[in-house]
């Protein structure tokens, strides 16, 4: 039975309109915290991804995310150009909302996915092999994920994977694979030698805010109806958001003083960590959720930065470790009495679901540091990854663009 | 003899020095912003986890031209002023000046420095 409600469709809409919001929102956080020779080119990295993967998702993205399965690995092309993609509603996806309205949804999540690994390679990726990139890694990497978790009769899926709103497709693997963008091009350079101060921590925390909002859409959207579930969603995340933001305050406290800079990541990380969880946890789950996540990425990035490895703006640390954590808690602390279309997690006395988290988990880190890996080493000895040192030592903004931020 | 006063304070002292500056007549100056830093070197700033080291810190060079006989006094006032007894207080350079042209009048000298009210006429 399908029947589109309007109630539903509205929140759909602004939901989607939310998120695509957070990628703008991200391309500020992150240019708050690059040097002022880089931050248009910061910022752009960001902003361009939403032009190529709008393109890329309406052509081929969609389909091989969303179409029939194909051993459930991957779709097939019914949906390519968004053919037969309407005003009715797919029963599999949404039986209360035009099809179409599902689709332009994930296309938010398709666009700030790779947005979200632009942290690891600012400041001296070359533009134009970032382009090839983004629409290599949407094609090869984000959109199989996207279908085994998410698509009808995809691997992860038919296993009881729990991700409500993108732990495993968005932030593992974006997290994971900046990891390995990051190891392939390099370090900044003078990484190490010189201090990199951030621009603007000001605009850092603007983006950090409109994320927070942005989020209500993410997860609280990820219910697709304007119901219970989708307010749960809602006050879990600004719950986590809220406990993280608190424990990261006390952990710089402790070693220093209360940093805004760390309270900010700390919002971002426990959003982060509780995506997955957000539609099927208990908003106490989520203050725990939210508060655990904060110490574990806090130490991931002293961990990345012993091994002085210059993944610049911490995304492995805050959305992979992040993510990790999220979609394991998911395993923890779901619960049917908060969505009976879920499962009981490992506190709840299903510790299978926990063991079919660290299977979707392992698997997906697997996958998208691999395909990454191979994709930047191939471009790596193609094209080149990153700009030379003179233009690196100027500034992307006037290397690369031709442009200035300040006059 | 025209002397120049060349002196590097901390930003937030600013207020308080031109303040005392013209308690004692010293109507003209200007002020750049400048970055460095002496012997410490720079600061710890707080970061996402721990710290990180800056080595250039934000600080004002007042510059301020003027006789000879009026160095002492106003060396003194700005260093009164300048003062928290703390590393990286400033520091005060004083340079000969070969000459000063008013551009409005085209008077040198003296009488290119003096205005009704100074601190000659005080």
């Known amino acids: ?407 | 003899m025209t002397k120049k006063i060349e002196a590097i304070l901390r930003e937030e002292k600013l207020d308080v020095v031109m303040a005392a500056l013209r308690d004692i007549g010293i109507v003209g100056m200007n002020v750049i912003e400048v970055r460095g830093h002496g012997r410490q070197g720079g600061i710890e700033l707080v970061g996402r986890t721990g710290s990180y080291h800056v080595d250039l810190l934000p600080r004002v060079q007042l510059n301020i031209v003027l006789s000879d006989h009026n160095v002492d006094r106003t060396v003194d006032t700005i260093c009164k002023a300048a003062q928290t007894g703390n590393i990286g207080d400033g520091l005060i350079f004083i340079y000969p000046v070969d000459e000063v042209v008013r551009i409005r009048t085209s008077e040198r000298g003296r009488q290119a420095l003096t205005y009704a009210g100074d601190i000659d006429t005080r």
């Open chain 1, 1 to 407: 039975m399908t029947t589109i409600n309007t109630g539903d469709t509205a929140w759909v809409l602004f939901a989607t309109a939310l998120v695509l919001m957070m990628t703008p929102a991200l391309a500020f956080f992150y240019g708050g915290m690059v040097r002022k020779k880089n931050i248009l080119s910061t910022l752009n990295l960001s902003i361009i991804v939403i032009g190529l993967i709008s393109i890329q998702w309406v052509l081929i993205g969609y389909t091989l995310a969303f179409g029939n399965s194909t051993g459930g690995l991957i779709g097939n092309l019914k949906y390519a150009g968004l053919t037969g993609v309407g005003a009715a509603p797919n029963a599999q996806y949404a039986p209360n909302i035009p099809h179409l309205a599902f689709a332009a949804f994930q296309m938010m999540f398709a666009i700030i996915t790779p947005a979200l690994i632009t942290g690891a390679l600012v400041e001296r990726v070359r533009f134009r092999t970032f382009l090839v990139f983004v629409l290599l890694w949407a094609t090869f990497v984000y959109d199989p994920v996207a279908h085994w978790v998410w698509g009808a009769g995809g691997i992860l899926h038919k296993l009881g994977t729990l991700d409500f709103a993108g732990g495993t497709v968005v932030h593992i693997t974006a997290g994971y694979s900046a990891l390995a963008f990051a190891i392939v091009i390099g370090r900044r350079r003078w990484f190490g030698h010189a201090p990199i101060e951030p621009s603007s921590i000001p605009f850092t925390v603007l983006g950090a805010g409109l994320l927070w909002m942005g989020w209500f859409g993410f997860n609280g959207g990820s219910a697709l109806a304007a119901n219970g579930l989708a307010v749960n969603a809602l006050v879990t995340s600004n719950t986590a958001a809220a406990a993280s933001a608190v424990m990261w305050m006390l952990l710089t406290w402790r070693d220093n003083k209360p940093s805004v800079l760390g309270i900010v990541t700390g919002a971002v990380v426990g959003l982060v960590a509780i995506t997955p969880a957000s539609g099927y946890v208990s908003p106490l789950s989520a203050l725990i959720i939210g508060a655990v996540a904060a110490p574990v990425s806090y130490y991931a990035i002293k961990l990345r930065q012993r091994m002085q490895l210059d993944e610049s703006l911490d995304v492995w640390a805050c959305h992979g470790v992040g993510g990790t954590w999220g979609a394991l808690a998911t395993g923890i602390f779901a619960s049917k009495a908060i969505n009976p279309t879920g499962a009981n997690g490992l506190l709840f006395g299903n510790p299978v679901q926990f063991v079919i988290q660290i299977i979707a988990v392992v698997l997906v880190i697997a996958f998208s540091f691999g395909m990454t890996f191979v994709i930047a080493s191939v471009l790596k000895k193609l094209i080149g990854l990153r700009v030379s040192q003179n233009e690196e030592e100027v500034g992307l903004d006037i290397s690369e663009h031709g442009e200035r931020a300040y006059s």
